[in-house]
């Protein structure tokens, strides 16, 4: 059973992939400062404390995210709860992420069914998850590989 949703969650990310658009960078610079020692080991997905939704049930969130490291194709995923701690969770959108070590904005859009959210608080979980080959798995099929998640309260306003 934890195999078959790994597969459906690796497939479906997949599918995502192919069609979500490249996200854009942030005027950063894509080098560490060299005078840090640190180097960005493990990735950070921040989310907006307002995400906003449309009449016709079209939500957009949105955030930034640091990664590096990757040898697959990235994804930063969002999902979006009427509160915290709900078992319930509607998939919004992905976007492909770079992971080059600079931060970037992503955004995410999804329509869900008029009325289903209203303006009004939400909670939303971000993730930047990678989809690696590595010929571990039965026909080298990818595995996820989870960079970053967060969760964060928001508000949604009226778009």
């Not at 996200?23 to 610079?29: G, L, Y």
């Not at 697959?72 to 009427?82: C, E, F, M």
């Not at 869900?112 to 989809?131: D, I, K, N, S």
């Amino acid at each position: 059973m934890f195999l078959r949703k790994i597969l459906g969650v690796a497939a479906g990310a997949a599918l995502l992939m192919l069609a979500a658009p490249s996200a854009t960078a942030v005027d950063e610079p894509a080098d560490p400062d060299p005078a840090d020692s640190t180097t960005v080991a493990a990735g950070v997905v921040t989310v907006d404390e307002t995400g906003r939704i449309a009449a016709d049930g079209t939500i957009t969130l949105s955030g930034t995210y640091r990664c590096s490291d990757s040898s697959g194709p990235v994804l930063v995923t969002s999902s979006l709860a009427a509160q915290a701690g709900s078992q319930v969770r509607y998939g919004i959108g992905g976007t492909r992420a770079v992971c080059d070590g600079a931060e970037h904005t992503w955004t995410n859009t999804g329509r869900t069914r008029p009325g289903r959210f209203e303006p009004g608080p939400a909670h939303v979980e971000a993730t930047v998850m990678e989809l690696r080959s590595d010929g571990s798995l039965p026909l080298n099929l990818p595995r996820p590989h989870v960079h970053a998640t967060e969760e964060q309260d928001i508000t949604l306003v009226e778009a």
